[in-house]
C-alpha cells in the first residue's frame, strides 16, 4: 500500500470516528507524547500561539472526548469531515501529511451548513495499530467561527 493510499485509509477512519460519535475511540487515533491544536489561519500564519483548543497529552484528549460526549450540553447535531487534497512525505520514522478539510453540520429542522473549512498539517509515526497522529494541527480558514465547536474538527 503507498503512503497516500494509508493517510486516505487513516483519515476515513478519523472522521468516521468523530462522525460517527464514537469520540471515546478519538484519543486511541493517538500517541504519547502527542498535540492537538485548533488555530485561526492568521494566528498560524503570524507564529501566534493562541489556540481554539489545545491538547497536550492523551490525558487531555480523553477529557476532552469525554466532556464531548458525555458533559457538554448542546443540540444534537450530525458532522460529515471531507477531507480532501491529501498529501504526505515520509522521512524516518515521522510522515508529515497535510490535506484541506470541510465539516458540515447539520441541525434538526435547519438546513445543513459548513461549520468548518481548513487545512490539517500532522505529524504521524507508524504504529503496531496503523498509521496514528504524535500532532495534529487544525488550521481554520475564517476569521471567525460559530459557537458549535463542540467536537474535535
Known amino acids: ?9 487513516f483519515y476515513t ?5 468523530i462522525d460517527g ?7 486511541e487515533l493517538f500517541v504519547e ?13 503570524k507564529g501566534l500561539p493562541l489556540s481554539l483548543m489545545l491538547c497536550e497529552s492523551l490525558g487531555m484528549l480523553k477529557d476532552r472526548a469525554y466532556a464531548s460526549k458525555e458533559l457538554n450540553v448542546y443540540a ?4 460529515r469531515h471531507s477531507i480532501t487534497q491529501i498529501r504526505g ?16 453540520e447539520t441541525l434538526p429542522d435547519r438546513h445543513t451548513q459548513v461549520l468548518c473549512a481548513g487545512r490539517y ?14 500532532e495534529k ?4 480558514d475564517a476569521a471567525l467561527i460559530p459557537g458549535s465547536i463542540v467536537m474535535p474538527l
Open 1 to 9: 500500500m503507498s503512503l497516500r493510499e494509508e493517510l486516505e485509509d
Open 13 to 17: 477512519e478519523y472522521s468516521e470516528v
Open 21 to 27: 460519535g464514537a469520540l471515546e475511540r478519538w484519543p
Open 33 to 45: 507524547p502527542c498535540v492537538y491544536r485548533i488555530v485561526s489561519k492568521e494566528n498560524h500564519d
Open 76 to 79: 444534537p447535531r450530525a458532522w
Open 89 to 104: 512525505r515520509e522521512d524516518g520514522a515521522r510522515i508529515s501529511a497535510r490535506a484541506n478539510f470541510v465539516v458540515f
Open 121 to 134: 498539517l500532522d505529524t504521524l509515526v507508524r504504529t503496531e495499530a496503523g498509521l496514528r497522529l504524535r
Open 137 to 140: 494541527l487544525c488550521v481554520y
